[in-house]
């Protein structure tokens, strides 16, 4: 019996040493095929980025951009996941959630952020920016970055400001070029004092709506005008409600992209740096795209054969600008100075 359990053991090494000696013999480390697909996957930084818009808008097309250019400079460490058009949450929703850290980034227009951020009124103001260049320069600049550190305090941190273009006027009524022209007029407004106080000074009623809910509330004839941007206008159909339009520039509509500070600060910083990367330039490229876009949206609606458009004078627009003025006095008042005049700088 001892010698049958001895023979057994001897048996059992010599067979368990064959298979390691032969699998190293078979199978070397150094000649083993590598699935490169599947290398850091474990070390995966996902960004759930939640915007508004559609995808074929300046911000929809920027969000895209910056997927694609952070997976690049990444080698695919950092996969950002875009979800457009309020999929996941409306602008009225998506803050909270960003707080939460149910996602980790948005781009609500700074409108949108004036609640939690007043310093950022004085971007709302009308004829503040001359044209796109002087925005760009504003948005890029010294300001810009002075304008986003105050997220710190919100967990929060701004990575950028990027661009949908200058704001015109839609009336489902009658041409709006004189203030007298949107007396008693219903208007649909983003959120923000500023905004309705410059739709109040012009004789309308300003309602709150969210961008998600624009198209259906025109559509059942709850507004009598709205305002907004070319790309977003023509995107969006708006136009089949309120064939009015008046190119009248009146308005930025400008967005801050916005990280959790809280998921942010756990990134590596050399990953941190190519996403910062890869923001810069997306934010050149959204300056110049949203430029072009709303310029060749609008050929295409004065393709329309049931849109009127129509450009705001000089004369009235200083008109409006005495409407206004009372605004900027009480805006002045709330921001200091050098916010005013360094954008009027273009610093």
Same mark, same amino acid.
């Given at each position: 019996?001892?010698?049958?359990?001895?023979?057994?053991?001897?048996?059992?090494?010599?067979?368990?040493?064959?298979?390691?000696?032969? *699998?190293?013999?078979?199978?070397?480390?150094?000649?083993?095929? !590598?699935?490169?697909?599947?290398?850091?996957?474990?070390?995966?930084?996902?960004?759930?980025?939640?915007?508004?818009?559609?995808?074929?808008?300046?911000?929809?097309? &920027?969000?895209?951009?910056?997927?694609?250019?952070?997976?690049?400079?990444?080698?695919?460490?950092?996969?950002?996941?875009?979800?457009?058009?309020?999929?996941?949450?409306?602008?009225?929703?998506?803050?909270?959630?960003?707080?939460?850290?149910?996602?980790?980034?948005?781009?609500?227009?700074?409108?949108?952020?004036?609640?939690?951020?007043?310093?950022?009124?004085?971007?709302?103001?009308?004829?503040?920016?001359? %044209?796109?260049?002087?925005?760009?320069?504003?948005?890029?600049?010294?300001?810009?970055?002075?304008?986003?550190?105050?997220?710190?305090?919100?967990?929060?941190?701004?990575?950028?400001?990027?661009?949908?273009?200058?704001?015109?006027?839609?009336?489902? &009524?009658?041409?709006?070029?004189?203030?007298? %022209?949107?007396?008693?007029?219903?208007?649909?407004?983003?959120?923000?004092?500023?905004?309705?106080?410059?739709?109040?000074?012009?004789?309308?009623?300003?309602?709150?709506?969210?961008?998600?809910?624009?198209?259906?509330?025109?559509?059942?004839?709850?507004?009598?005008?709205?305002?907004?941007?070319?790309?977003?206008?023509?995107?969006?159909?708006?136009?089949?409600?309120?064939?009015?339009?008046?190119?009248?520039?009146?308005?930025?509509?400008?967005?801050?992209? !916005?990280?959790?500070?809280?998921?942010?600060?756990?990134?590596?910083?050399?990953?941190?740096?190519?996403?910062?990367?890869?923001?810069?330039?997306?934010?050149?490229?959204?300056?110049?795209?949203?430029?072009?876009?709303?310029?060749?949206?609008?050929?295409?609606?004065?393709?329309? *054969? %049931?849109?009127?458009?129509?450009?705001?004078?000089?004369?009235?627009?200083?008109?409006?600008?005495?409407?206004?003025?009372?605004?900027?006095?009480?805006?002045?008042?709330?921001? *200091?100075?050098?916010? !005013?005049?360094?954008?009027?700088?273009?610093?």
């Amino acid at each position: 019996m001892k010698h049958f359990v001895v023979a057994s053991l001897l048996t059992i090494f010599g067979l368990v040493l064959f298979i390691l000696i032969d *699998t190293e013999t078979i199978f070397p480390q150094d000649k083993m095929t !590598i699935d490169e697909e599947q290398q850091g996957l474990e070390n995966q930084i996902t960004i759930m980025f939640s915007h508004v818009v559609a995808e074929n808008t300046p911000k929809g097309l &920027a969000a895209q951009k910056f997927a694609e250019l952070v997976y690049e400079k990444t080698n695919g460490r950092v996969k950002v996941e875009v979800y457009p058009n309020g999929i996941l949450y409306s602008d009225n929703e998506e803050i909270k959630a960003l707080k939460r850290g149910d996602i980790q980034m948005i781009a609500p227009s700074y409108t949108n952020m004036t609640e939690l951020v007043p310093e950022w009124k004085v971007l709302d103001l009308p004829f503040l920016f001359r %044209d796109y260049e002087h925005a760009k320069a504003v948005f890029t600049g010294k300001t810009g970055k002075e304008l986003l550190q105050f997220l710190d305090n919100e967990n929060m941190k701004g990575l950028a400001f990027w661009s949908n273009g200058f704001k015109q006027m839609t009336s489902s &009524a009658h041409p709006l070029l004189e203030p007298d %022209d949107f007396q008693d007029l219903t208007f649909r407004v983003m959120s923000g004092d500023v905004l309705k106080k410059q739709f109040q000074l012009l004789g309308a009623k300003p309602v709150t709506a969210s961008f998600t809910d624009v198209y259906s509330s025109l559509e059942k004839r709850q507004f009598d005008g709205q305002e907004n941007t070319i790309s977003n206008i023509y995107s969006k159909g708006l136009y089949k409600f309120q064939p009015y339009l008046t190119l009248s520039n009146h308005g930025y509509l400008g967005y801050s992209v !916005i990280i959790n500070k809280k998921f942010w600060s756990r990134i590596p910083s050399d990953i941190q740096q190519q996403i910062n990367e890869a923001m810069l330039e997306t934010t050149y490229w959204n300056m110049d795209e949203s430029k072009k876009m709303n310029e060749s949206q609008l050929e295409e609606l004065k393709k329309q *054969t %049931d849109v009127s458009i129509y450009e705001l004078p000089d004369e009235a627009k200083e008109r409006w600008m005495d409407k206004f003025n009372p605004l900027y006095q009480e805006i002045e008042k709330q921001v *200091t100075n050098d916010t !005013i005049n360094n954008i009027s700088k273009k610093q």
